[in-house]
């Protein structure tokens, strides 16, 4: 006696399977135990604020990584403010700022950058000095990190904000 026959499929439910089967195991093909290739937030960056003028030191890990931390920026438009970034020379890392209410302030776009940072030792010094804010509000702003550079790296962010004259 001869097996029962399979039952015929379709050219278009053979393809319907086909693309369940693949969208199913997309996000699956990284192996365990392998970093995810994008940016990724270290956890132990997004605890309470930082205090005005006081260094944040971020230890950020081999490979493209991000981190963030909080920091509370008085009346932007009695201030003006001051970032400092001290960097590895190797590391290139890009910094901005988000405010509560999501408007994205640029710092600066690479510590590689001659203009505003200056090279020292081993050492990159970045000083970038900001005027008032007139359409800025007050209130909890985030200050992002986000390193492109292979190797590891310690950044030292501090954010200074000062009564205007």
Same mark, same amino acid.
């Given at each position: 006696? =001869?097996?029962? #026959? *399979? ?5 278009? #439910?053979?393809?319907?399977? %086909?693309?369940?089967?693949? *969208?199913?195991?997309?996000? $699956? ?18 605890? !309470?604020?930082?205090?005005?003028? &006081?260094?944040?030191?971020? !230890?950020? !890990? +081999?490979?493209? &990584?991000? +981190?963030?931390?909080? /920091? ?12 400092? /970034? ?6 290139? &890392?890009? %910094? ?5 209410? @999501?408007?994205?302030?640029? %710092?600066? @776009? ?6 505003? $940072? ?7 010094? $970045?000083?970038? !000095? ?8 007050? @209130? ?8 492109? =550079?292979?190797?590891?790296? &310690? %950044?030292? /962010? ?8």
């Amino acid at each position: 006696m =001869s097996p029962p #026959a *399979a039952p015929r499929q379709t050219p278009a #439910a053979t393809w319907l399977v %086909v693309g369940l089967l693949l *969208a199913g195991t997309v996000g $699956c093909t990284r192996q365990a135990g392998t970093p995810p290739s994008t940016p990724t937030t270290p956890p132990a960056t997004t605890a !309470r604020p930082q205090p005005n003028g &006081v260094a944040r030191r971020l !230890r950020l !890990r +081999a490979g493209p &990584v991000a +981190a963030h931390f909080a /920091i509370r920026a008085p009346a932007p438009p009695s201030h003006t403010f001051t970032v400092r /970034i001290l960097a590895p020379r190797h590391a290139d &890392v890009a %910094v901005w700022l988000q405010t509560w209410y @999501g408007q994205r302030l640029d %710092v600066l @776009g690479s510590t590689h950058d001659r203009a505003n $940072c200056q090279a020292a030792a081993e050492q990159t010094v $970045c000083l970038l !000095r900001f005027p008032r804010l007139e359409a800025q509000r007050a @209130g909890t702003w985030t200050v992002h990190a986000a390193k492109r =550079s292979p190797r590891p790296a &310690v %950044v030292q /962010i501090t954010v200074t904000f000062h009564p205007a004259a």
